[in-house]
């Protein structure tokens, strides 16, 4: 196939996605997060470009895909890229999937989603968006070109009002910038009708960490040395092993004092996952829909 294909997250043995296809409308992301890591391995990333023919290359592999499994979009580009206001990519491709009658799980840290609800709300779908402070300073600064926190929560507000369900990730937790937001973020989440989180830790690679570095570079000297003490797994660099632990094992309590079903991405603490499936692709509801 050419532009829909089964994620890979590089054979990472944390890695506890259900088998699915993963799918992205654009090359690259114009959002600019300080932490992202598909810039290590994506040319010239942060200039976000629309896949040629991504219509009819979508449609052809539509045609072959197993509707057995869902489709992720996206896992490394965001689907919903300040780019896709005027161009309507995404718009064109959920007309296909629902068209197609596939399940669909949404990943985006855009309020432009909500643009779609009448496509979502007719089809099998569920939406994650990423929430990683509620402080606006912060998120100016982490995630410069991205919508801010309370357009996001507000979008996922929306959402659940209109039936589609949805999923917060908290991705990624940051000892001394975001950590201590945690409960807070989990509460809010509660009231606004979020129903799964997703949590990780930050997973340094050199091009991310330099940026991160450069803007926040009281933190880091604080985060160098916790770094120095973890280990490397996948091409990236792990906080220590019980710090992280401590750190999911607040969010997974959050979550059980609130209410939320959660898992942890990529982490290895699987004992602490407490739902159906790690990415929230369990909250998709076909009971309306013939499967």
């Given at each position: 196939?050419?532009?829909?294909?089964?994620?890979?997250?590089?054979?990472?043995?944390?890695?506890?996605?259900?088998?699915?296809?993963?799918?992205?409308?654009?090359?690259?992301?114009?959002?600019?997060?300080?932490?992202?890591?598909?810039?290590?391995?994506?040319?010239?990333?942060?200039?976000?470009r629309?896949?040629k023919?991504?219509?009819?290359?979508?449609?052809?592999?539509?045609?072959?895909?197993?509707?057995?499994?869902?489709?992720?979009?996206?896992?490394?580009?965001?689907?919903?890229?300040?780019?896709?206001?005027?161009?309507?990519?995404?718009?064109?491709?959920?007309?296909?999937?629902?068209?197609s009658?596939f399940?669909?799980?949404?990943?985006?840290?855009?309020?432009?989603?909500?643009?779609?609800?009448?496509?979502?709300?007719?089809?099998?779908?569920?939406?994650?968006?990423?929430v990683?402070?509620?402080?606006?300073?912060?998120?100016?600064?982490?995630e410069?070109?991205?919508?801010?926190?309370?357009?996001?929560?507000?979008?996922?507000?929306?959402?659940?009002?209109?039936?589609?369900?949805?999923?917060?990730r908290?991705?990624?937790?940051?000892?001394?910038?975001?950590e201590?937001?945690?409960?807070?973020?989990?509460?809010?989440?509660?009231?606004?009708?979020?129903?799964?989180?997703?949590?990780?830790?930050?997973?340094?690679?050199?091009?991310?960490?330099?940026?991160?570095?450069?803007?926040?570079?009281?933190?880091?000297?604080?985060?160098?040395?916790?770094?120095?003490?973890?280990?490397?797994?996948?091409?990236?660099?792990?906080?220590?092993?019980?710090?992280?632990?401590?750190?999911?094992?607040?969010?997974?309590?959050?979550?059980?004092?609130?209410?939320?079903?959660?898992?942890?991405?990529?982490?290895?603490?699987?004992?602490?996952?407490?739902?159906?499936?790690?990415?929230?692709s369990?909250?998709?509801?076909?009971?309306?829909?013939?499967?």
């Amino acid at each position: 196939m050419q532009v829909l294909s089964f994620f890979d997250p590089w054979k990472n043995k944390l890695c506890t996605c259900p088998k699915k296809y993963s799918f992205s409308p654009y090359v690259g992301c114009s959002h600019s997060c300080l932490y992202c890591y598909a810039s290590s391995y994506i040319k010239d990333f942060f200039n976000c470009r629309a896949k040629k023919d991504l219509i009819k290359r979508l449609s052809k592999d539509l045609i072959k895909a197993d509707r057995r499994f869902h489709v992720s979009i996206s896992n490394s580009s965001d689907p919903y890229v300040p780019e896709e206001k005027k161009l309507k990519l995404m718009r064109d491709c959920l007309k296909l999937f629902s068209l197609s009658n596939f399940k669909i799980l949404i990943i985006t840290k855009s309020d432009l989603v909500c643009r779609d609800i009448d496509i979502l709300s007719k089809s099998k779908a569920c939406v994650s968006i990423t929430v990683t402070t509620l402080s606006e300073e912060i998120a100016r600064k982490l995630e410069p070109k991205a919508p801010s926190p309370e357009r996001r929560l507000k979008a996922l507000e929306k959402l659940n009002e209109k039936g589609i369900p949805t999923v917060l990730r908290l991705d990624p937790i940051i000892p001394f910038l975001n950590e201590s937001e945690i409960e807070e973020i989990i509460k809010v989440s509660a009231l606004i009708g979020v129903k799964h989180i997703v949590a990780s830790t930050y997973k340094v690679r050199p091009d991310n960490w330099k940026r991160f570095s450069t803007i926040f570079p009281e933190i880091s000297e604080k985060l160098r040395p916790l770094y120095s003490k973890g280990k490397r797994i996948s091409n990236s660099f792990y906080l220590p092993e019980e710090l992280r632990f401590k750190i999911i094992k607040k969010v997974r309590d959050a979550c059980e004092n609130y209410g939320l079903t959660f898992s942890c991405c990529r982490e290895g603490f699987f004992e602490l996952n407490n739902a159906k499936s790690c990415d929230g692709s369990h909250l998709i509801n076909h009971q309306n829909f013939n499967v």
